[in-house]
């Protein structure tokens, strides 16, 4: 993704920030970043990393509102005891964590120790950790920068974060990542936001859309509304329309797999890229043997649900070298970007190392233009 800073470049180069999954000990992953300069030939020159890591500063301030805290507990689980009506009285319209805390150590001690009143009790703890803010110190590199998992919800791992440059009616920019948070049973998708990269707040994503992996949010509002790619059911593509950044309750399907190399499943690779010609989408594909590809479709501008190309063919495959690794024959991305006439696609090959590949976006377009004719 484009960097905030684009001081000390010159014409044809823009600096770049890559994310990354980092996995550690017990294979609980991580996001970590990386800075380089891409020149006018797509030559990407990554700076050498910093020699410290530095943990955020984690801080819980965020106030919850009483009717989507409840609904979104509700989503997680129907609950009917005495400890769901005793919460309910006790939570004000908005309230802070400090407050929830209290609250839940003031009913645990009046209620029954029955196993499905204690379980109500440490979701709503589990779920309230899932709102908080990170700020790094302004004086490191963000290379050494990582978002370790902080809250319970996380504490398996943080995985797939689709980051996005986004860019709001007042012509505001923020960065904003959609991931899946993981504790070993339940996963939970989240929203990740921030202007500069050393301060970063962190939500759940509420909704009946919100149930899977998957999510990739558009660079601006359409018609007046957010606009997210999600795929509800494993399977398949879906388009969701929002009012609202982090609650998604209606997705429509999009696309379904269509060729060989993508009939078991299909995904977006990131989050839709603004052309001319249309909204152009990375997609992965899963064939045969679990083979894992890249390929691309186009969608209308105005009207993104309706598909108007798609390649029959993969755009990126594993080649003999990318077989190999920790999770063999797949290729992956998770973001891609336009620099001067080219498509930049960094990806993943076989869990083990990342590249990048670059397409000639006049040429593609063409293509994706001819497919559906």
Not at 48 to 72: A, C, D, I, Q
Not at 216 to 231: D, Q, V
Not at 267 to 283: A, K
Request: glycine residues 6%; proline residues 5%; contains cysteine.
């Amino acid at each position: 993704m484009e960097d905030p800073d684009q001081s000390e470049t010159v014409t044809g180069e823009k600096r770049v920030i890559l994310s990354f999954r980092a996995t550690g000990e017990g294979h609980i992953s991580s996001v970590v970043f990386r800075s380089g300069i891409i020149n006018n030939l797509n030559n990407i020159t990554i700076e050498p990393p910093g020699k410290m890591l530095e943990s955020p500063e984690h801080v819980k301030n965020h106030t919850y509102h009483k009717t989507s805290f409840l609904r979104k507990l509700e989503e997680m689980q129907s609950w009917n005891n005495t400890a769901y009506s005793l919460m309910i009285n006790k939570l004000t319209d908005t309230f802070t964590y400090e407050e929830l805390k209290r609250y839940v150590e003031e009913t645990r001690a009046v209620v029954p120790t029955d196993l499905q009143s204690q379980a109500l009790l440490n979701e709503i703890m589990w779920l309230a950790s899932s709102h908080y803010e990170m700020h790094f110190s302004v004086d490191t590199a963000i290379s050494e920068r990582v978002i370790f998992p902080i809250a319970d919800t996380e504490m398996k791992g943080i995985e797939d974060a689709r980051f996005v440059r986004f860019t709001g009616d007042d012509g505001e920019v923020t960065y904003y990542a959609t991931y899946t948070a993981y504790d070993g049973i339940t996963i939970l998708p989240k929203l990740l936001l921030t202007k500069d990269f050393y301060h970063f707040k962190v939500m759940p994503v509420h909704g009946e859309v919100a149930q899977n992996k998957g999510m990739a949010l558009f660079p601006r509002k359409i018609n007046g509304k957010f606009a997210m790619l999600c795929r509800i059911d494993g399977v398949n593509n879906y388009i969701s329309f929002s009012e609202n950044i982090n609650v998604w309750r209606h997705a429509s399907l999009l696309q379904t797999p269509k060729y060989p190399w993508e009939f078991v499943q299909m995904g977006n690779c990131g989050s839709p890229i603004e052309t001319p010609e249309g909204w152009l989408v990375i997609t992965h594909g899963v064939g045969p043997v679990r083979e894992y590809v890249l390929g691309v479709s186009l969608l209308d501008l105005e009207n993104p649900e309706k598909e108007i190309g798609r390649l029959s063919t993969p755009l990126l495959i594993p080649n003999d070298k990318e077989r190999e690794g920790y999770v063999p024959n797949v290729v992956y991305s998770c973001g891609s970007m336009i620099h001067e006439d080219s498509l930049i696609i960094p990806y993943a090959m076989s869990d083990y190392a990342s590249s990048y590949a670059t397409v000639n976006l006049t040429e593609l377009l063409t293509e994706l233009k001819k497919s559906n004719r």
